[in-house]
């Protein structure tokens, strides 16, 4: 079986401040991971993926997200947090191999205070 | 953006109506999908695709079907909406293999009263 935690329903951050959205996961195999950003009355647009190789991986609008295998972890994080990055944010995995399909988070929504 | 397209954006249909809301992609993928999301809730997969004539049903059981006979065009059909039915829908591309990320329509927020 293959599952995603988002462990926060919501955080909140002030402008200028660095962000940090949890996720962690459980796969067989080795996994898969990605991150994508929903506003509001939109689809979701994908933002940066771990596949192998280095475990920070750069995104687009300034996202990255650290690999962490022995904690089973992959956050999303940014340095500087814009009020235009207030949206839903969906953690997803599917395991190498599996015959299974992308697993999404329940989702975190991350507002950002001017 | 990417070039995956759904058709209505917005529905408002009564009780028993047959609808078909439209998704199609412009990127040559393999794979499509469809997902029922609530307002500000998690995803669900209803449905995926791998090529021409292969449908499957996800994780969500689902009173609607799905047809898969151009490579661009994966619709899904509601024979007898229902208010439970009352959702977003979400449709989805990528190509095939499990690393590559899956691309969103802007999605179809369907109300049946």
């Known amino acids: 079986a293959q599952s995603v935690a988002q462990p926060e329903d919501q955080v909140n951050v002030a402008e200028g401040n660095p962000l940090t959205v949890k996720c962690t996961y459980s796969?067989?195999?080795?996994?898969?991971l990605f991150w994508y950003v929903q506003y509001p009355n939109r689809g979701l647009q994908f933002l940066l993926k771990?596949?192998?190789?280095?475990?920070l991986v750069k995104g687009s609008y300034g996202f990255e997200a650290e690999f962490n295998k022995s904690q089973t972890s992959f956050h999303l994080k940014k340095p500087s947090a814009l009020v235009s990055d207030s949206a839903l944010y969906f953690c997803a995995v599917r395991g190498s191999g599996s015959a299974r399909q992308l697993t999404f988070g329940s989702g975190t929504q991350l507002t950002v205070l001017p | 953006e990417a070039d995956i397209y759904q058709t209505p954006r917005y529905l408002v249909i009564g009780t028993g109506k047959k609808i078909t809301l439209e998704c199609s992609q412009t990127?040559?993928?393999?794979?499509m999908y469809w997902y029922q999301q609530d307002p500000g809730m998690e995803l669900h997969l209803i449905h995926y695709s791998y090529g021409v004539n292969s449908t499957e049903k996800g994780d969500l059981s689902s009173e609607s079907t799905v047809s898969r006979i151009r490579t661009e065009h994966f619709p899904l059909t509601l024979e007898s909406a229902r208010p439970s039915h009352t959702s977003q829908y979400l449709c989805?591309?990528?190509?095939?293999?499990?690393?590559?990320?899956?691309?969103f329509g802007p999605g179809t927020r369907l109300t049946v009263t």
């Open positions: 989805a591309s990528s190509l095939a293999g499990s690393s590559y990320e899956q691309y």
């Open positions: 771990y596949i192998t190789g280095d475990n």
């Open positions: 796969v067989s195999g080795n996994p898969y």
């Open positions: 990127m040559g993928h393999d794979k």
